[in-house]
């Protein structure tokens, strides 16, 4: 496995993208903005994420996703350590990362990787989502924010 940013005019891949984030609006717009990088295993993308600079020193993963026939064999853990990596390389003193409530896998990913919870932000998914979105059979409402100092 390989992973490589994409260059601005590559094209992303937008359904992996929205497998970890259902709004291609919101996803849009910070694909725009941010860094995406994937991961190819035999010349077909498997894994995805960007980072987006937030505040001065500090960037943020904002999406990281897996294609569903290679979930649940540590290319997540891979995703999120590589993006730890670059964002070191690059300067950044603090990366961060928001997941649902819901996201109970990702809650034990993200803290396995060293990640803190640092806040809450109460009805996050309520508020920019129009469609409601369950995982785990738990209704997804807030979005739990994590952080690491790099």
């Known amino acids: 496995m390989e992973i490589k940013k994409l260059e601005k005019h590559e094209k992303v891949p937008m359904e992996l993208l929205l497998l970890a984030d259902p709004s291609k609006s919101i996803v849009e717009e910070y694909v725009a903005k941010g860094d995406c990088f ?3 295993s035999k010349e077909q993308i498997i894994g995805v994420y960007v980072l987006l600079p937030t505040r001065p020193k ?3 993963i904002v ?3 897996v294609a569903e026939a290679h979930q649940g064999k540590g290319i997540g853990k891979i995703l999120v350590n ?3 990596l670059v964002a ?3 300067g950044y003193k603090t990366i961060e990362i928001g997941t649902g409530n819901s996201s ?3 809650l034990a990913l993200y803290q396995k990787c060293g990640f803190r919870i640092v806040s809450v932000d109460h009805n996050y998914f309520i508020k920019h989502y129009s469609e409601e979105i369950y995982e785990n059979g738990i209704q997804c ?4 924010r994590l952080s690491k100092e790099l």
């Open 38 to 40: 994937i991961a190819e």
């Open 58 to 60: 500090t960037v943020e």
């Open 63 to 65: 999406n990281v996703a």
């Open 82 to 84: 590589d993006a730890i």
């Open 88 to 90: 070191k390389t690059q």
């Open 104 to 106: 109970i896998g990702q």
């Open 141 to 144: 409402i807030d979005m739990i």
